[in-house]
């Protein structure tokens, strides 16, 4: 899926500030409210945006520790480490490396007790050979790179397959859903009753 230069425009200008109001977007855009209601819709529907989150500065907060934990396991055993992992609810982000470690994540606790506890609970997945902890000191630069071009990947909802060229639309339970081909849209239709 091809994103245009509005596209662009409006994920960047998010980046920039995630707490736009609408009007203010659809100024900065040139676009209607309704044309820039329909545009976020379908790049949220497409999953090209999750959701929207505010950046703090963590150097002004006095509570909390926050941790990179560089883990090493068993090629054959990192997808279910993954799962393991993003179950935890003070784990924030996950990340696949190349290298020696396969993982890297990032975790927000209370305090270093906290990050103990978080360690031995991660330590008790099988297939993990090494945790690396390293405490964060300060946040030097914490920013979001803007896009000049963006390219995205959309997955057919039906089959699961990547689909090239334009894909086929269905509004289905207030969400826009992608399909390949025809073949798939009806086969999705039947399965869910959709007349």
Known sequence: MELDDVDVEIINSLIEDGCLSLRDLAKVTGLSPPSLNARLKRLKDSGIIKGSTVLIDRNRMKSGVSAFLFIRCDPSSLKKVEESLSALEDVTEIYRLTGFYNLLVK?????????????????????????????????????????????????????????????????????????CCP?????????????
């Open 183 to 195: 073949t798939c849209l009806r086969e999705f239709k039947k399965k869910y009753g959709v007349a």
């Open 107 to 179: 975790s927000e606790v209370e305090d270093v007790n906290a990050l103990d506890r978080l360690n031995e609970e991660i330590g008790k997945n099988e297939g993990i050979i090494e945790v690396n902890t390293h405490l964060i000191s300060e946040y030097v630069k914490e920013k979001h790179k803007k896009f000049k071009r963006i390219r995205a990947d959309l997955k057919c909802e039906y089959c699961g397959n990547i689909i090239s060229g334009k894909p086929y639309l269905l509004e289905y339970r207030g969400v826009t859903r992608f399909f």
